[in-house]
């Protein structure tokens, strides 16, 4: 089990904390670089019925340390959905956009949409790792720190355009004013072609995709935390043509209107 992202993109907040208890960790410096937090969630539904969790994930690649064996998940372009049964825990490492290239030999477009055995690209001493997680989940210092020791062994030089892709996804991140591609590589300085390598070898999603799901995180972020929403104008603050616009694009993403979403139904 795994949720790619912890924070905002999990959809109805609220429900999810009645559900499960997550725990977050800074990296090594030495990593922060690479590495946005690592975060441990803990779940206990026996005698309690199923939960099921959905996701908006980010354009962020982890390693999942859980049963059956450690995984590397790649940038997943659809809503992720859990069912949480039972008692359990899982511990990831949730890489900053871009910030998993350094470690791989392969474009991270390659992975998305996908999960591989973690020892693809760690090497055996993935698994090991992740023996040690799941005999230990109490302690989330200790766990932490024997992550960072684990891939600081593993640690890769420091790449600057790694870094500009970053600063490049939080600055869509961190805005409602950014509208279109052109704008982003007029900003960096750079061709709309040169930006879509870019993406396509250090985040694993286009430029367009990052772009929409920003969006889309804003406005079901808003939805969750307002009690009343004016749609249209909401539709206008996030660069949509018009409310249909925004319905149409977060009800084919979420599979529910915004409206809907907010009333609190699935």
């Known amino acids: 089990m795994t949720f790619p992202d912890l924070g905002r993109g999990v959809l109805h907040p609220d429900r999810a904390a009645a559900a499960i208890s997550l725990t977050r960790y800074e990296p090594a410096p030495e990593l922060a670089r690479f590495v946005e937090f690592y975060w441990l969630v803990r779940w206990n539904r026996d005698g309690l019925p199923a939960h099921e969790q959905k996701v908006l994930v980010h354009p962020s690649v982890h390693l999942v340390l859980e049963a059956p064996a450690a995984r590397v998940h790649g940038v997943a372009k659809s809503l992720f959905v859990r069912r949480l049964e039972g008692t359990g825990h899982v511990l990831g490492a949730k890489f900053r956009p871009g910030g998993f290239r350094p470690f791989t030999d392969r474009p991270v477009a390659d992975l998305a949409d996908r999960i591989v055995p973690a020892a693809e690209v760690f090497g055996p001493g ?105 749609w249209a104008a909401l539709a206008a603050d996030l660069g949509y043509a018009d409310q249909a616009h925004l319905t149409r694009d977060f009800t084919a993403t979420v599979g529910t209107s915004p409206v809907r979403y907010a009333s609190g139904r699935p």
């Not at 869509?172 to 509208?179: E, F, M, Q, S, V």
């Not at 590589?185 to 920003?214: C, D, H, M, S």
Request: overall charge neutral; aromatic content about 4%; proline content about 4%.
């Open 126 to 230: 993935a698994d090991r790792l992740n023996d040690e997680v799941l005999r230990g989940a109490g302690c989330l210092d200790a766990l932490a720190a024997r992550v960072d020791s684990f891939l600081l062994a593993r640690s890769p030089a420091p790449d600057p355009v790694a870094e500009q892709v970053a600063a490049m996804v939080e600055r869509i991140a961190g805005t409602t004013d950014l509208r279109r591609v052109d704008q982003l590589a007029e900003e960096f300085g750079i061709t709309v072609r040169r930006l879509q390598r870019l993406f396509a070898e250090y985040v694993g999603a286009t430029p367009k995709w990052v772009l929409r799901r920003a969006r889309l995180h804003e406005a079901a972020e808003r939805a969750d935390r307002a009690t009343v929403i004016d």
